[in-house]
């Protein structure tokens, strides 16, 4: 049985769970126990689950000792992730969904990256697993790997948290020194659902890191499954997203980096507002009717920030498919956006 040792664990590592099937579950944690580093303390935070794999967990920690589960109430995963940053011990925090892993030397890389150079964040890749393929998400070209972010070069850290190809605005794939999350107070925003919630909290952490390193290891493993490949974004969800850009623009009004970021904020939501429209109101599986679909999204666009992004000149630095999907919902083409999302959803259930 391994340990933590007599004194706190170098690095507490989170995992939000709300009824992730067993069989993904299984291999996050086997992961996570196989790590070259054993140091370490995994802490899972059960989010009112009710398909037994909350009794896997506590099977778990019975097990290894380094393993701690905490039950609580269904609020959300920014909930969860909110109660794993309270209770970690370890000098560093990172967070892993419950149905991804990661590489089994990653954690003492990016320990021993932080430690030699005194870093606040360490960052490193992602690779998509399709169950038959995996396809490693490189990052922006733009970024530079294995090199040390300082000062006020980090600010460029947190303007690529708003680039869709920069993998930066996930919880996941960072190793982030705790005091500076409890010091500054950088809790998940539990207002937001889980939809955008992350990148809002990784826009307010990047604010006060000041030493940085990516590196040029793509070492997480974000696992797609029948029901993540095909799920629904809810209404719920699609206005979780407004909300958070709102708070984005909020938290940089009246600054000097207001009218620079603007843009790149754009950018960002109009990413997710092609998503929302074909996965989320249109998609095959919302159940509600043809005509409570077109009320619910035209209500939906009718919105300001909605509008005001729909507009934005930022639209062009989008892939031909997504200007199509943002022209159609310019202009409530309902019924165009309906056969955008049947084909999405036929080539995704294809893939």
Not at 97 to 126: N, Q, R, S
Not at 192 to 206: G, I, P, Q, T
Not at 324 to 348: D, G, N, P, Q
Request: aromatic share 10%; net charge neutral; hydrophobic share 40%.
């Amino acid at each position: 049985m391994k340990q933590v040792s007599d004194g706190a664990p170098l690095i507490s590592v989170i995992v939000p769970l709300y009824n992730t099937p067993e069989k993904y579950f299984n291999g996050c944690i086997a992961h996570l126990r196989a790590q070259t580093l054993p140091d370490i303390e995994i802490i899972v935070v059960d989010d009112g689950s009710a398909s037994g794999v909350e009794k896997l967990a506590d099977g778990f920690a019975a097990q290894d000792e380094r393993i701690r589960v905490f039950h609580k109430e269904n609020g959300g995963v920014s909930s969860a992730r909110n109660l794993g940053i309270v209770k970690a011990r370890g000098k560093y925090i990172s967070f892993l969904d419950a149905d991804d892993w990661i590489d089994g030397d990653i954690l003492e890389k990016a320990y021993g990256a932080a430690e030699k150079d005194g870093l606040d964040l360490v960052a490193w890749g992602v690779v998509r697993e399709y169950g038959n393929r995996a396809v490693r998400h490189e990052f922006s070209p733009y970024l530079r790997l294995d090199e040390l972010y300082e000062g006020a070069a980090c600010a460029e850290l947190r303007e690529a948290v708003l680039d869709c190809n920069a993998e930066l605005g996930a919880p996941f794939g960072k190793l982030i020194r705790r005091d500076i999350v409890a010091e500054n107070r950088i809790f998940f925003d539990e207002e937001l659902l889980n939809y955008a919630e992350d990148v809002e909290w990784n826009f307010r952490l990047f604010a006060s890191v000041r030493r940085a390193i990516i590196l040029s290891e793509y070492a997480h493993h974000y696992v797609y499954h029948p029901a993540s490949l095909t799920s629904l974004i809810t209404e719920q969800n699609a206005q979780s997203a407004v909300l958070c850009f709102g708070k984005i623009r909020g938290g940089i009004k009246h600054t000097p980096d207001e009218e620079r970021l603007q843009g790149q904020i754009d950018y960002r939501f109009l990413f997710m507002l092609t998503a929302i429209s074909v996965c989320g109101f249109f998609h095959p599986k919302n159940k509600a009717s043809y005509s409570e679909k077109k009320r619910a999204f035209k209500a939906y666009v009718a919105q300001d920030e909605v509008k005001r992004t729909l507009r934005s000149p930022s639209r062009k630095r989008l892939s031909f498919a997504q200007r199509t999907v943002i022209f159609c919902m310019r202009h409530r083409w309902c019924f165009a956006l309906r056969i955008l999302a049947s084909v999405r959803y036929r080539e995704k259930k294809a893939a």
